[in-house]
């Protein structure tokens, strides 16, 4: 008999799914679409069964995302770097390569386990850098903010990129300049053409990194402690 037969289930661990299976079929649908019943159905289980593992939507997008930022993460051969400006170069570029390879799902990430902290490593590793180097505790975080910023509005522009070819930006200016006579914004039309400077791309994200590196050596020149 079944449970649908009115035999109450065994108290006990459902056998028929665990939380890599829950993990592996969600990674597989867009964050957009992915309901319990859906997964319930993809897996092949009742909701029930389901909800043994997982206590509602919200903590599953949570767990999932966290288990593909932590997979981006450690696909990276991260070492600790003493140099900071290393060490906030390869936060960036981790971070970065991280939400890009995440995908839809970087916009759910939290971190609820110590498992899920050990994607947080690289940006300890260059708090600590900073701050060794000289800079402040509250200034170190806020560096770390800005970079974790960047990174993700990168990888963000990436994606959109990749979708419509270009820029969402580029193609509201572009629009808009075609309404102005050819001699305006003759520098700003240029600027469009010249597609190094895509926000996103690798060229205009180093640029965006040396501009942070130069801030950070300033405000160890003005602290005395420049290295």
Do not use: C
């Not at 390869?90 to 971070?95: D, G, K, N, P, Q």
């Not at 970065?96 to 940006?123: I, N, Q």
Request: glycine share 6%; net charge negative.
């Amino acid at each position: 008999m079944t449970d649908t037969d009115g035999v109450k289930p065994r108290r006990g661990r459902p056998r028929l799914v665990d939380r890599e299976k829950i993990i592996r079929a969600a990674r597989l649908r867009d964050p957009a679409t992915l309901t319990m019943q859906a997964l319930a159905e993809d897996i092949g289980v009742d909701r029930k069964t389901l909800h043994y593992h997982v206590e509602n939507r919200t903590s599953l997008m949570r767990m999932v995302a966290a288990d593909a930022f932590r997979d981006a993460v450690s696909s990276h051969d991260f070492t600790e770097e003493s140099d900071w400006r290393t060490a906030i170069h390869s936060f960036a570029h981790i971070t970065r390569d991280a939400v890009t390879a995440a995908g839809a799902w970087a916009s759910y990430v939290e971190f609820d386990s110590e498992e899920d902290l050990e994607a947080v490593r690289p940006a300890e590793a260059a708090t600590v850098a900073l701050v060794n180097a000289g800079l402040a505790e509250a200034d170190a975080g806020r560096v770390i903010t800005m970079l974790a910023e960047l990174a993700f509005a990168s990888a963000r522009a990436i994606s959109d990129t990749a979708a419509r070819g270009t820029a969402p930006q580029e193609e509201l200016l572009e629009r808009a300049l075609e309404k102005v006579p050819a001699g305006q914004f003759a520098l700003t039309r240029r600027l469009l053409g010249n597609r190094s400077t895509i926000p996103g791309g690798d060229e205009h994200f180093s640029f965006q990194l040396e501009v942070v590196t130069l801030g950070v050596e300033k405000l160890l020149e003005v602290a005395g402690t420049a290295s």
